[in-house]
T-cell receptor, first 114, second 108 residues
Framework: KAGVTQTPRYLIKTRGQQVTLSCSPISGHRSVSWYQQTPGQGLQFLFEYFSETQRNKGNFPGRFSGRQFSNSRSEMNVSTLELGDSALYLC?????????????FGSGTRLTVV | GQQVMQIPQYQHVQEGEDFTTYCNSSTTLSNIQWYKQRPGGHPVFLIQLVKSGEVKKQKRLTFQFGEAKKNSSLHITATQTTDVGTYFCAGEDDKIIFGKGTRLHILP
């Protein structure tokens, strides 16, 4: 079966712009989580969605937002980009919220802000 | 807030030697997961531990969950070059928190 699909794979944006990243979970998976990965901070939790509702949110500013659609696909938006937002953004899907079923990660979107 | 600390940050071992990474949480966890990320890749789920004192094995990998459900370890016996990567633990309290990972280098 198809894995978690993230688009685009690479993105270069300018400071002040906004960006939207997309994540299509594994078929049947209804929970989608987003993470930011940087060499210094490791994997940091952004938010988790289940049934189109945000279930949990990490400690990121309001410039980071997301949503989930009825088909479980999710988008993440970052507005007013800063240089420090350069990172690998990973999406992970699971059958349901919580860790009981393990998370399957996508290959990520590498965002570079210049 | 909840914190998950993982040590060591880096580990170099000779091929064939054993390797252990440790994970400690500031709070009691409902469960803990382990992931492996190869260089240039994305994290891949390895295993989940739920019960206090639980031990699980996957071939040369042994995973343990502490009695207090606040710490965990991953032990690899007789490392091979295919074991290279970063190993992350992820603890769940009210949300999933990842440790910063242990990067394993194998010296031939």
């Amino acid at each position: 079966k198809a894995g978690v699909t993230q688009t685009p794979r690479y993105l270069i944006k300018t400071r002040g712009q906004q960006v939207t990243l997309s994540c299509s979970p594994i078929s049947g998976h209804r929970s989608v989580s987003w993470y930011q990965q940087t060499p210094g901070q490791g994997l940091q939790f952004l938010f988790e969605y289940f049934s189109e509702t945000q279930r949990n949110k990490g400690n990121f500013p309001g410039r980071f937002s997301g949503r989930q659609f009825s088909n479980s696909r999710s988008e993440m938006n970052v507005s007013t980009l800063e240089l420090g937002d350069s990172a690998l953004y990973l999406c992970a899907s699971s059958l349901a919220p919580g860790a009981d079923y393990g998370y399957t990660f996508g290959s990520g979107t590498r965002l570079t802000v210049v | 807030g909840q914190q998950v600390m993982q040590i060591p940050q880096y580990q170099h071992v000779q091929e064939g030697e054993d390797f252990t990474t440790y994970c400690n949480s500031s709070t009691t966890l409902s469960n803990i997961q382990w992931y492996k990320q190869r260089p240039g890749g994305h994290p891949v789920f390895l295993i989940q531990l739920v019960k206090s004192g639980e031990v699980k094995k996957q071939k040369r990998l042994t995973f343990q969950f502490g009695e207090a459900k606040k710490n965990s370890s991953l032990h690899i016996t007789a490392t091979q070059t295919t074991d290279v990567g970063t190993y992350f633990c992820a603890g769940e309290d009210d949300k999933i928190i990842f440790g910063k990972g242990t990067r394993l280098h194998i010296l031939p």
